[in-house]
Structures are given as C-alpha cells and as structure tokens.
C-alpha cells in the first residue's frame, strides 16, 4: 500500500521512526491484512519449518487474513556459521511457503553481505524492522489491525490466531501478554534448568501481582501483541539487543494498556543459548555451566514491601513528598533511601503539578514508578533482603500451606497464569 493511502498517524510513524527504509519484503503482497505474525530468524534453519507447520495448523480462513513475515537477520560480525545457516533459511523459505501451504508467507533478507543489521544490534531491530514493514500493509478500513510477535523456535497451537482475533475484537487494552509454557528439554539437566528459570519468572510475577502491581503481566518476547494503533502510540519496537520485549510491553501498557490473553498456549524452546546478554536462552546455558542452584529467588518480604508502597501512595496521592517519603521510611528504610537516590521528591512535585484529578495522578505515579523501577527497587530490596530458594521464595507466594517441589511449584502457576 503507498504511504498516501494509509491512516496520518502511521505515515507519520513510518516517516518519522520506520527502521525498514534500508530492507524490503521479498515481494510486494497484493493486498492487505488485518495483523501480521512477525518472527526474527537468527540461524534457525533446523527450527523455523516447525513453526511455520504449527502456524499452518491455525483455521485456513484466519490465517488467509493474517500475513506471516520472518526477518532472517544477522550482523556482518556474525558467526560464519550463523550468516551461512540464515543464508539457507532465505534459500529454502520459497520452498516452506509452498510445502506448509501459508500462502501471505513474506521475508526480509536481513542477513545476505550488504543488508546485514548494523554492528551491535539485534533482535530488537529485528522485530522492528518486521513490524514496520507489515505496517504498509495492513488493512485500517475495518477494525484496528494487529501485530504479533513469534520467535521462529516457538511452537504456536491451532487455536493461536482464533484466540487472538477474539481478544482484540472487544479489548479494552491495546497490547496483549500471550501464555506461555517451554517445551521439555532433551536431558534432565537442561529440563531442570529450564523448570527453574521458567519458575523464577512466573514467581516474579506472581510477586508484582501479589503487590497489586500494574505491571503484573509477563513479558515474553514470543509471546506479546498489539493493535497498529497501539504500536504507533507507543513509538513502535525499540531497537535493544535483549530486554527488547520487556521495554516494549512497558511503553505498551503506559499509553495502551497490557492485558493477558485468554485460549491459547505458546511453547518457546528450552535451548541454552550465548546470542543476548540476558533472556532465557543464556540463563539456561549458565545453569548447565555453572549449576542451577545459582539461580536465587527474591523473598517474599521484597514483594510485600513495593505492595505496602503502591497501596500508601494510593491512599495518600493528596500529600505532599516529604509526607509520602517518611511513609516510605516507615514502611522500609532501605525503599526510603531508594526513592531518595531515584529523586522521588521532585518527580512527585511535578506530577502534582501537571494532573488535575486523583485517577490521573495515579495513572503518572505508575508511569514515573513504572516496570523498569519496579525491578530496580525489587534488585535494590535484594541487597536487605537476600535471594533464596525457590523451596523458599515460591510457596508463600502460592499461598500453599505445604512446601512443594519445583516441578510441581511450576506446574501449579502455570495453572494460575492460564498456562496449564
């Protein structure tokens, strides 16, 4: 579609934050779509075909409204083996289109000598440059369309599109946390790593949802989506080479909104991997070095203590900050001198100054105290409040009178969190 027939609002992101003007789709669709299904592909030849069939297992009339574009991506710095893995991946795409029937299948060579991601970006520019491009041709006559993010070792379930078009049918949200669940690992070492890491993130939410936080929705880059709309408010996907998915759903909720969607599971991949600084890959691959154990959990009292600040500023939005500070000493002197480095008392002045009414001054107050400085106040708490088992940390989270076990801790909040 030409940027003159889209809405003013997405010529004006493309315009002014597109990240696709250097890369391009294979071939131009000939029509439009009402989402899109991005993946990033970095080396993944030997997986990228299985998420392409349980794609193809989805309801033929959706997936005839959805277009599916994969982003082969890598650095010139690349591994050599990575750039000749995703140059095959290119090559065999023409032939995955045909043998799993996906008919709106499109790609990006982001990986051929000349059209790599430049030198110290990755996944983040990647997912960009997909969502961008899928922008040009979306279908903004009926409802909002829809972009979602996939990874290409992530296995989806054929009720993945019929769920989604569901939920944004009568969303309040603009953006969505999809459910997910890893897949067992090939050896008992890598599915008890896997088991642990999964579990500390389900914890940790568990925790922000046990302290009424807003920001109690996970944050899986596999398994996130939005409306266009809320895309573009948002400022589109930032460019990070990890925490991509984390940073985004923040600025999500902050001008759309997160919810949890509901009816489907997705599987991300078990592996080990050492592409991104942080994210499940490498924490799995640290464990098999250096033994699960090492992998700690924050305690309970670290939750209960943002929960007690969240619900003081709440009840006392109407006092000034040397009122809401000494609250927050009384509540932890260590949240007190947290709050006094982070320059609480002026951010506070000025929210104050700037919203009229009680519901807006809230709405800021989670905007200033928002994911990002929920966890470095929970990191900050662990300096009082050291990490401890997961033996130790989960199960008064769960509310379970009994201790049990990781696997089962696991299997038990995958139920609460609609992953079961």
Partial sequence: MSDSFLPAAVSAYLRKRSASSSWQLNERPSRSFSGAV?????????????????????????????MILIVVNNRADADNADIEDNLESVALLPKWKLQYGLQNLFWVDAASAGRELPLRQGVGLARKIGMDLALRHLDYSGRDPVLVCLDADTLVQPDYLPALVRHFDDAAAGGVSIPYRHRPAASQAGQAAIERYELFLRAYVLGLERAASPYAFHTVGSAMACRASAYIAAGGMNRRLAGEDFYFLQQIFKTAGVATLSGTTVHPSPRSSHRVPFGTGRAVGDMLAKGGERLLFYQPVVFAIVGDWLAYVTENHEADAATLLNGALRISPVLHEFLEQAGFGASWDNLKNNCRDSTRLIAAFHGWFDAFRTMRLIHHLSGRYPRIAPEEAVWPLLEVSAQINVSEMLELLRKLQGAG
């Avoid at 030849?45 to 794609?55: E, F, I, M, V, Y």
Wanted: charged letters at 15%; hydrophobic letters at 45%; proline letters at 10%.
């Fill in 38 to 66: 991005v993946i990033p592909s970095l080396a993944e030849t030997a997986n990228l075909p299985q998420t392409l069939l349980s794609l193809s297992r989805n309801p033929v009339d959706l997936l005839d409204r959805f």
